[in-house]
């Protein structure tokens, strides 16, 4: 027991100088602008970084510290360009000062409470594990689930953003080369045409990514069927009242909203329109019904949830992490009107996964949903 006692302690003290260093920060730039999108942009960015303190506090995790560090670069140009006037130009470009100097002291004080944060890990903390009783104290793996990756959630981001970058540059090569049209007669880029490249390539890059977990790349993303076929009925029922939910918080939004609103656009959906319309309903059936929702369930639901879920943010805490990412990933955004469908339905799909063991659940129930809502673009 006392092989615990000190790394217990040492984690109050990160946590804490953490904590507290974020809080100053996020009170500070919601008191210089009380904006909403600055309120939310504060929210959300603080949302994750805190989540970031509690992972990486939990097992001397390393992954999480990466977001901590740029968060320390980040303070540490913000805190230099708002104290030193001689700091060089695009300095002061990139963090423009306020000249309050409450703004200063406090900003001051939250860098140097996260430099010792940060030093309290890197001495005391990461290299040390929890102890064994609180190993055990994991929540259950999903039913029918045992996913063992052999590298941590940091590398599952590494190859997600990899393979996303790299299918579209594979995509826009090819529309050089004159082999897929890649401009349409307005100018514009014609996304379907990259999208009908890079999603086959992606789910292809996940199955090879997956396949070095296990010799069976299926098994190591829970592409199997169902362990608890009883509970299909209700998951079934609990997605038709998510979608309604969805559809009555989407009519309050707009019968709340006036022409001189600057409400921002679901430009996900603004792309399905014209998917719709240029491409017709079979095609958009093909694309954003069937190799979307595989290549996004295969990459979030489950090579990155399955991934954060063996870290101290268990299965829960990787779902609203991943339903995140999926939302930004659709609307790159602060405004959280635009983010909440998107979050919902990753938290349902995630809820699917858990319950039933298998990634053909949520794989389908997103199918279904994308299905719809090209058939209602169409007849609209």
Known sequence: MDTGAAPHNHRHVFEGLAY????????????????????????????????????????????????????FAYSTGDTVSENWAGAPEWLHEAFPPSGNVYVRVIGFVALALLGSALVVYFT???????????????????????????????????WVVGLYASTMIVAFVLGDRGLIALELPDGSTNLSAVERVAMPLMIAGTLIVASRLRFNPLDALALRWPARTDRLILIAVAFTAAMVALFVINRVVADFSTPEDDV???????????????????????????LSPLQEEMMFRGLLLLSFFHTRLWFWGAAVLTSVLFALIHNFSLN?????????????????????????????????????????????
């Not at 504060?42 to 949302?47: A, D, L, N, R």
């Not at 921002?264 to 069937?290: H, Y």
């Not at 389908?364 to 994308?370: C, D, E, I, R, T």
């Open 264 to 290: 921002p656009i679901d430009r996900s959906q603004a792309l399905n329109e014209k998917f719709v319309r240029r491409d017709g309903v079979f095609l958009s059936l093909i694309i954003t019904g069937l």
């Open 124 to 158: 005391k903390l990461a290299k040390t594990r929890a102890p064994q009783v609180m190993l055990d104290e994991r929540q259950p793996e999903p039913a029918g689930v045992a996913f063992q990756p052999s590298w941590g959630p940091a590398m599952a981001m590494v």
């Open 336 to 380: 959280i009107f635009l983010h909440t469908p998107y979050i919902v339905m990753g938290l349902a799909f995630a809820w699917a996964l858990r319950w039933t063991g298998s990634l053909w659940v949520p794989i389908l129930l997103h199918s279904a949903k994308n299905a719809i809502s090209v058939i209602f673009l169409s007849l609209s």
């Open 20 to 71: 507290t260093s974020l809080a100053l920060d996020a009170g500070t730039t919601i008191a210089l602008d009380r904006t909403p999108d600055t309120i939310i942009g504060v929210c959300v960015i603080g949302s994750i970084l805190a989540a970031l303190i509690w992972a990486s506090a939990g097992r001397g995790e390393r992954w999480p510290v990466g977001g901590l560090l740029l968060w």
